[in-house]
């Protein structure tokens, strides 16, 4: 059973991955979050993909700088923040429960908090001179 989630992990992680990547030229698609997933993928499903994972061009430029010093910059977390908040939109929309309302209502204002109050904005010339 642990080689099939190890497996399970590495697949969703390489997913994760291309949908990451396809981002990266696609401005409609979120970059960071794929590889945020990606990330936690490889890291639970192989030591072998993750440290591949981490030497990657991609994973330096949009994720580095996120795992090291719990940073982002303000468009990274717009980004993430529009796309979270419209996937979470569609059930906000298609649902007519109260409860199910008030708990996405919840998710949306932990996240925001999260957001803005944990995740530190730098910069885009701080990532650059880093790398």
């Known amino acids: 059973m642990n080689k099939i989630k190890k497996v399970l992990y590495v697949t969703v992680g390489f997913i994760a991955f291309a949908l990451g990547a396809i981002g990266v030229v696609l401005p409609v698609l979120p970059t960071t979050p794929f590889l945020l997933l990606a990330s936690v993928c490889f890291a639970k499903g192989s030591d072998r993909f993750n440290n591949w994972f981490v030497s990657t ?21 717009i980004v ?47 990532i650059e001179a880093e790398g």
């Open 57 to 77: 061009k991609i994973y330096k430029k949009h994720l580095e700088s996120f795992v090291q010093e719990r940073a982002m910059t303000l468009k990274q977390k």
């Open 80 to 126: 993430i923040l529009a796309f979270a908040d419209t996937m979470i939109a569609i059930p906000f929309i298609m649902v007519d429960n109260l409860m199910m309302r008030i708990t996405l209502i919840l998710v949306v204002s932990f996240k925001l908090y999260y957001f803005i109050f944990k995740i530190r904005t730098i910069n885009p010339n701080e």
